[in-house]
């Protein structure tokens, strides 16, 4: 069974800087995209940036050029670096990958997993 965990989430102050990371574990064969999520209380989950494995990047305007991210595809992990952080940056971060993983019964799969989320906030 494939997982995805979320981790360096927490307290900031404005202008400051954070690193997520989403780490994926079972029977991976290879992860074909990556991309982070934030839902901020009371508003709808969105996009946030996406990454594939030919190394393109799509971008939220709101966060571009501040955010970037990447990943380490010998660790199956992804990172989503933050940096001139801003208050409305406030939201659970989810990361979410299509990953190509084998059964138990040696069957290839595709499916699309998402991490639990992780708090960032953005506050002095």
């Known amino acids: 069974q494939v997982q995805l965990v979320e981790s360096g989430g927490g307290l900031v102050q404005p202008g400051g800087s954070m690193r997520l990371s989403c780490i994926a574990s079972g029977r991976i064969i290879r992860i074909t995209a990556m991309s982070w999520y934030r839902q901020a209380p009371g508003r709808q989950r969105e996009l946030v940036a996406q990454?594939?494995?030919?190394?393109?990047?799509n971008y939220a305007d709101s966060v571009m050029g501040r955010f970037t991210i990447s990943s380490d595809n010998a660790k199956n992990t992804g990172y989503l670096q933050m940096n001139s952080l801003r208050p409305d940056d406030t939201a659970v971060y989810y990361c979410?990958?299509?990953?190509?993983?084998?059964?138990?019964?040696?069957?290839?799969?595709?499916?699309?997993?998402w991490g639990q989320g992780t708090q960032v906030t953005v506050s002095s």
């Open positions: 990454l594939t494995t030919s190394g393109a990047t």
């Open positions: 979410n990958a299509d990953i190509w993983s084998r059964t138990e019964t040696s069957e290839d799969v595709m499916g699309k997993y």
